[in-house]
Nanobody
Framework: QVQLVESGGGLVQPGGSLRLSCAAS????????MDWYRQAPGKERELVVA???????NYVDSVKGRFTISRDNAKNTVYLQMNSLKPEDTAVYYC???????????????????WGQGTQVTVSS
């Protein structure tokens, strides 16, 4: 069983900062891709940024220069540093992990597409 647990959301004023964390637990040997999605009220869920195991990243244009993703492979944890937050960044932020290598009872296997429960980020004065 794999679980993703996010933390760090909250209410912040425009121009402020927040740092989200997402820790994956379970019989995990490695994780290929970890990413952050967000879903604002009345909108579809969108990919914010992805990072692979080697550290290559891909940001949506609207957050480039403001958000920074990082990961700690030893801890199976991904972080999202969000600076210069805008009201339009308000959303539920979801952690996602894909292409996991699991190791259980001496056997390796591949698993796909795990989601965290989401954490609310509200940017408002």
């Amino acid at each position: 069983q794999v679980q993703l647990v996010e933390s760090g959301g909250g209410l912040v004023q425009p121009g402020g900062s927040l740092r989200l964390s997402c820790a994956a637990s379970g019989s995990i040997f490695s994780i290929n891709v970890m990413d952050w999605y967000r879903q604002a009220p009345g909108k579809e869920r969108e990919l914010v940024v992805a990072i692979n195991r080697a550290g290559a990243t891909n940001y949506v244009d609207s957050v480039k220069g403001r958000f920074t993703i990082s990961r700690d492979n030893a801890k199976n944890t991904v972080y999202l540093q969000m600076n210069s937050l805008k009201p339009e960044d308000t959303a539920v932020y979801y952690c996602h992990a894909d292409r996991l290598t699991l190791f259980r009872n001496g056997i390796y296997s591949t698993a796909y597409d795990y989601w965290g429960q989401g954490t609310q980020v509200t940017v408002s004065s």
